[in-house]
């Protein structure tokens, strides 16, 4: 069986509007989208990632109890600020070689960096497409948020679990429900207030359990605030979580799509869900060798070929991986 590798197969949207609809028309925004969603189908080399996750920071300032982060089990923790020269180094580089997006958060929540928005600004006046970033709102006050739309920041992801205190706060541990509700819709209120249609303002939630019978409700709270609501099929990904030894007829999307560029340079080929070694699949450094060697080099595309070829699973991390998991018990179920 030859494995697929499909595009988004995590994420589901549920309003009639998603976040890309005010850019649709765009031809240049068309062909991003497209190669989006035909590389990893095709298994399509591009000469550099369609797209560069970038950790802004590694810091966070909640422990939600069902992330990797929280559980220690998603790379090592070193948390830090990525200094704006390596930014800048990367953004140059993306610039030159046709990079279409980029995404200012990982591990972290973005907010905590305190040049956030010039890294936005400086993204965009560099000519990069789409830049977005998700966050837990915690920290989105008024001034930040009109700093942001003073860059051009294209979209914002926010992540939010329920449409009670009873139900978020436990799962955001250290947030506060009725401000964080403020914090999302001041900024709806003034994006409008300026006429603008970015930033675009998607409200996400993890599919947790408890919530899945209610999502109805999450939908109509937040669709005031929101141009998209959507949720996260929700990943097994705790250090008692082990997902080795599974062999399936499925190829990450990822390696076809983006790379990932931790705060310290550190260069990853996919976003190593639930994964805590990082140097299992590690490309190298930023500076070592180009962005573009990195992509194109041996070690990416074996990387590539062995997911291509149905034999992930040798690979250590990838065997570990959650989002690997997770979407082949999909597979195996739909199966049934």
């Not at 220690?72 to 993306?94: A, C, H, S, V």
């Not at 890294?119 to 008024?142: C, H, S």
């Not at 062999?247 to 340079?265: K, S, V, Y």
């Not at 060697?293 to 990416?300: N, V």
């Amino acid at each position: 069986m030859i494995p697929k590798a499909t595009a988004n197969a995590n994420f589901h949207t549920v309003t009639d509007q998603d976040v890309f609809a005010v850019r649709r028309e765009d031809p240049h925004f068309q062909e991003y989208r497209r190669r989006w969603v035909e590389y990893p189908a095709g298994f399509t080399v591009g000469n550099f990632p369609i797209h560069l996750d970038i950790e802004s920071t590694g810091v966070c300032n909640l422990r939600c109890p069902f992330c990797a982060t929280t559980m220690k089990n998603w790379g090592p923790e070193t948390p830090g600020y990525m200094k704006r020269e390596l930014f800048q180094q990367i953004i140059d580089e993306g610039t030159r070689e046709g990079l279409y997006s980029i995404k200012l958060s990982f591990r972290g929540e973005p907010t905590l960096h305190p040049q956030l928005p010039e890294m936005v600004a400086y993204a965009k006046e560099r000519g990069i497409l789409d830049v977005y970033f998700n966050t837990n709102a915690t920290l989105l006050t008024e001034t930040l948020v009109h700093r942001l739309m003073d860059a051009g920041l294209d979209r914002i992801s926010i992540s939010f679990e329920g449409t009670c205190k009873e139900d978020y706060e436990p799962q955001r541990v250290g947030a506060d429900f009725e401000k964080v509700v403020e914090n999302v819709r001041r900024l709806r209120r003034i994006r409008d207030e300026r006429g603008l249609s970015i930033p675009q303002i998607r409200i996400q939630s993890v599919m947790l359990p408890e919530l899945k019978n209610r999502f109805h409700e999450y939908v109509e709270f937040w669709r005031p605030s929101a141009d998209e609501v959507s949720y996260l099929d929700m990943r097994r990904e705790g250090p008692l979580d082990d997902h080795r030894g599974r062999e399936a007829g499925w190829a990450c999307p990822f390696l076809w799509q983006r790379m990932t560029i931790l705060w310290d340079g550190t260069v990853l080929p996919c976003l190593m869900h639930g994964v805590s070694d990082f140097s299992l699949l590690s490309l190298g450094r930023v500076g070592e060798r180009s962005l573009r060697e990195l992509w194109q080099g041996a070690q990416a595309t074996r990387y590539r070929k062995l997911h291509q070829t149905g034999k992930a699973h040798t690979l250590e991390a990838c065997d570990r991986c959650s989002y690997r998991a997770m979407e082949i018990e999909k597979l195996q179920e739909a199966a049934r």
